[in-house]
């Protein structure tokens, strides 16, 4: 099955390897009946499974645009898979504590995403993570100065 996600507009070599390796990565989160125990127990039981991808995904998503694509693979599986719906928020909070995505990427989609499925929901999800980085950044700059 060949997927489209010309989101960004981006022609790029890596984002054929990219878009590969969404279905290693996603297919991790969802690997036979793991995927009962990780339902059951939680997200962060799922994430040794998920952090063997980390090293992967971050050498392929070395540019922003790139994260955006990522973004839009998260969203498109997790809105096509009921059970990873609620687990969006802990997706990306996962991606940008392994320094896969950065926080500006995630306000970037947030406000020019284009694919809809979703966006909405999932953008109203990520508001309290939003906030919370921008609260912490506030007090980093107050610190500083």
């Known amino acids: ?3 489209s996600y010309g989101h960004c507009g981006i022609l790029s070599p890596l984002l054929g390897a990219l878009l590969s390796l969404k279905i290693g990565w996603m297919d991790s989160l969802t690997d036979g009946n793991r995927w009962k125990l990780y339902a059951l127990k939680g997200f962060h039981l799922g994430l040794p499974s998920v952090s063997r991808w ?34 969006f928020t802990d997706i990306v909070r ?4 392994t320094h896969v995505v950065a926080v500006e990427t995630i306000h970037i989609w947030c406000i020019e995403g284009t694919n809809t499925k979703g966006r909405h929901t999932f953008v109203n999800a990520l508001k309290p993570f939003l906030k919370a980085d921008l609260l912490r950044n506030n007090k980093l700059k107050q610190a500083k100065d």
């Open 1 to 3: 099955m060949v997927h």
């Open 54 to 87: 980390e090293n992967v995904l971050s050498f392929f998503c070395n540019r922003r645009n790139l994260e955006l694509e990522l973004l839009y693979i998260v969203q498109t599986q997790c809105y096509g898979i009921a059970e990873l719906r609620d687990l």
């Open 94 to 97: 996962f991606l940008v504590q």
